[in-house]
Protein backbone atom coordinates (compact mmCIF):
# COMPACT_ATOMS: atom_id res chain seq x y z
CA UNK A 1 0.00 0.00 0.00
CA UNK A 2 1.07 3.30 -0.63
CA UNK A 3 0.17 6.61 1.46
CA UNK A 4 -0.16 9.98 0.15
CA UNK A 5 0.63 13.13 1.92
CA UNK A 6 0.16 16.68 -0.35
CA UNK A 7 0.89 19.85 0.87
CA UNK A 8 2.20 23.46 -0.63
CA UNK A 9 -1.37 24.76 -1.69
CA UNK A 10 -3.02 28.14 -0.44
CA UNK A 11 -3.71 31.33 -2.06
CA UNK A 12 -2.26 33.38 -5.09
CA UNK A 13 -2.96 36.11 -7.16
CA UNK A 14 -3.49 35.36 -10.84
CA UNK A 15 -0.25 35.05 -12.13
CA UNK A 16 1.42 33.80 -9.40
CA UNK A 17 3.10 30.02 -8.74
CA UNK A 18 2.72 27.52 -6.18
CA UNK A 19 4.67 24.36 -6.11
CA UNK A 20 2.35 21.43 -4.44
CA UNK A 21 4.10 18.44 -3.21
CA UNK A 22 3.29 15.00 -2.48
CA UNK A 23 5.13 12.65 0.03
CA UNK A 24 4.68 9.04 -0.28
CA UNK A 25 5.27 6.24 2.32
CA UNK A 26 6.29 2.70 1.27
CA UNK A 27 9.44 1.24 -0.27
CA UNK A 28 7.52 0.78 -3.51
CA UNK A 29 6.87 4.53 -4.39
CA UNK A 30 9.15 4.02 -7.53
CA UNK A 31 6.86 1.66 -9.37
CA UNK A 32 3.89 3.77 -9.47
CA UNK A 33 2.82 6.29 -12.12
CA UNK A 34 1.97 9.01 -9.92
CA UNK A 35 -0.79 11.86 -11.40
CA UNK A 36 -2.47 15.17 -10.12
CA UNK A 37 -6.22 15.30 -10.23
CA UNK A 38 -8.47 18.55 -9.07
CA UNK A 39 -12.38 19.47 -8.23
CA UNK A 40 -13.43 22.22 -8.26
CA UNK A 41 -16.76 22.76 -6.19
CA UNK A 42 -19.61 21.62 -7.73
CA UNK A 43 -17.42 19.86 -10.77
CA UNK A 44 -16.27 16.53 -11.28
CA UNK A 45 -12.54 15.84 -10.33
CA UNK A 46 -10.27 15.98 -13.74
CA UNK A 47 -7.27 15.32 -14.71
CA UNK A 48 -4.45 17.14 -14.11
CA UNK A 49 -1.21 15.81 -15.00
CA UNK A 50 0.78 12.61 -14.64
CA UNK A 51 4.64 10.82 -14.75
CA UNK A 52 5.61 7.66 -15.42
CA UNK A 53 7.84 5.38 -12.48
CA UNK A 54 10.79 6.94 -13.76
CA UNK A 55 9.72 10.42 -14.69
CA UNK A 56 10.74 9.82 -17.92
CA UNK A 57 7.48 10.19 -19.15
CA UNK A 58 5.18 12.70 -18.50
CA UNK A 59 1.24 13.89 -19.79
CA UNK A 60 -0.19 17.44 -19.29
CA UNK A 61 -4.01 18.22 -19.80
CA UNK A 62 -4.27 20.61 -22.16
CA UNK A 63 -5.72 23.19 -19.87
CA UNK A 64 -2.74 23.82 -17.82
CA UNK A 65 0.09 22.36 -20.55
CA UNK A 66 2.61 24.74 -20.75
CA UNK A 67 1.80 26.17 -16.79
CA UNK A 68 2.50 23.16 -14.87
CA UNK A 69 4.79 20.70 -14.74
CA UNK A 70 4.76 17.25 -13.07
CA UNK A 71 7.98 16.00 -11.79
CA UNK A 72 9.00 13.40 -8.96
CA UNK A 73 12.17 12.76 -7.27
CA UNK A 74 12.19 8.65 -6.43
CA UNK A 75 15.12 9.11 -3.87
CA UNK A 76 12.23 11.33 -1.80
CA UNK A 77 9.38 9.05 -2.41
CA UNK A 78 8.08 12.81 -3.39
CA UNK A 79 5.85 14.16 -6.92
CA UNK A 80 6.02 17.59 -7.17
CA UNK A 81 3.14 20.06 -9.45
CA UNK A 82 4.63 22.80 -10.11
CA UNK A 83 1.64 25.60 -11.33
CA UNK A 84 2.64 28.86 -12.97
CA UNK A 85 0.65 31.15 -14.63
CA UNK A 86 -1.74 30.65 -12.30
CA UNK A 87 -5.46 31.35 -13.02
CA UNK A 88 -8.91 31.98 -11.04
CA UNK A 89 -10.18 28.68 -12.98
CA UNK A 90 -7.15 26.36 -11.61
CA UNK A 91 -8.92 26.91 -8.24
CA UNK A 92 -9.72 23.34 -6.71
CA UNK A 93 -8.57 20.70 -4.47
CA UNK A 94 -5.79 19.22 -5.84
CA UNK A 95 -4.83 15.73 -5.28
CA UNK A 96 -2.26 13.70 -5.71
CA UNK A 97 -2.88 9.70 -6.65
CA UNK A 98 -0.71 6.50 -7.15
CA UNK A 99 -1.17 4.10 -9.83
CA UNK A 100 0.00 0.68 -11.39
CA UNK A 101 -1.40 1.38 -14.53
CA UNK A 102 1.91 1.44 -17.59
CA UNK A 103 -0.09 2.41 -20.68
CA UNK A 104 0.07 6.44 -21.06
CA UNK A 105 -3.49 6.38 -23.27
CA UNK A 106 -5.02 5.62 -18.99
CA UNK A 107 -3.25 7.96 -17.30
CA UNK A 108 -5.82 10.38 -17.52
CA UNK A 109 -8.49 7.95 -16.25
CA UNK A 110 -9.45 8.15 -12.24
CA UNK A 111 -9.82 4.55 -12.23
CA UNK A 112 -6.38 4.12 -13.01
CA UNK A 113 -5.38 5.07 -9.80
CA UNK A 114 -5.96 3.06 -6.44
CA UNK A 115 -4.75 5.11 -3.79
CA UNK A 116 -5.21 9.07 -3.12
CA UNK A 117 -4.45 11.65 -0.99
CA UNK A 118 -6.70 13.67 1.02
CA UNK A 119 -5.85 17.07 -1.07
CA UNK A 120 -4.78 20.55 -0.71
CA UNK A 121 -6.68 23.59 -1.25
CA UNK A 122 -5.68 25.82 -4.22
CA UNK A 123 -7.11 29.01 -4.67
CA UNK A 124 -6.10 31.86 -7.08
CA UNK A 125 -7.58 35.05 -6.97
CA UNK A 126 -8.08 37.21 -9.38
Known amino acids: QVQLVESGGGLVQAGGSLRLSCAAS????????MGWFRQAPGKEREFVAA????????YHADSVKGRFTCSRDNAKNTVYLQMNSLKPEDTAVYYC???????????????????WGQGTQVTVSS
Open 26 to 33: GRTFSSYT
Open 97 to 115: AASNVVSSSRWSSLKSYAY
Open 51 to 58: ISWSGGST
